[in-house]
C-alpha cells in the first residue's frame, strides 16, 4: 500500500513539529511537509508556502498534491498529532478493500 503523509504546519511558540515527524516515521510512514511562512525547518520533503495561507488553504494544497500522487492511501495530519508505533500497521489491517470503509480517523 502506498501512502502519502502531509503534515500542514505553521509558526508555534513551543515547535511540535519534530516529535510530529519523529511520530509518524517510527510508524513507518514517509511525511512531507506543507509549511506556512516562518515555520521550523526540517530536512524532510517540504513544500514552502512564500505567502501565508492559512489552516484551510494549507491543507486544501497539500491534498491537492497528494491526490496528483501515485498514493493508494493519503493521510493528512497537523503538527501536533503523536502516533502509536503500530499505528500503521493497525490502519492497513482495517483499510481497503472493504465495502464499509472510505474514510479512518486516527
Not at 493519503?74 to 500503521?88: A, G, L, N, R, Y
Not at 478493500?97 to 480517523?105: A, K, L, M
Request: glycine fraction near 4%.
Amino acid at each position: 500500500m502506498k501512502w502519502y503523509v502531509a503534515v500542514t504546519t505553521a509558526p508555534r511558540r513551543e515547535c511540535t513539529l519534530i516529535s510530529t515527524l519523529e511520530s509518524l516515521e517510527d510508524c513507518g510512514w514517509e511525511p512531507i511537509v506543507f509549511a506556512e511562512p516562518g515555520s521550523t525547518a526540517t530536512d524532510r520533503l517540504t513544500y514552502h508556502n512564500e505567502v501565508r495561507l492559512g489552516v484551510w488553504y494549507n491543507w486544501i494544497k497539500s491534498v491537492r498534491i497528494a491526490l496528483e500522487s501515485d498514493a493508494d492511501v493519503i493521510m493528512t495530519v497537523q503538527d501536533d498529532c503523536d502516533f502509536h508505533p503500530e499505528s500503521k500497521t493497525y490502519t492497513e489491517s482495517i483499510l481497503w478493500p472493504s465495502s464499509d470503509c472510505g474514510f479512518v480517523s486516527l
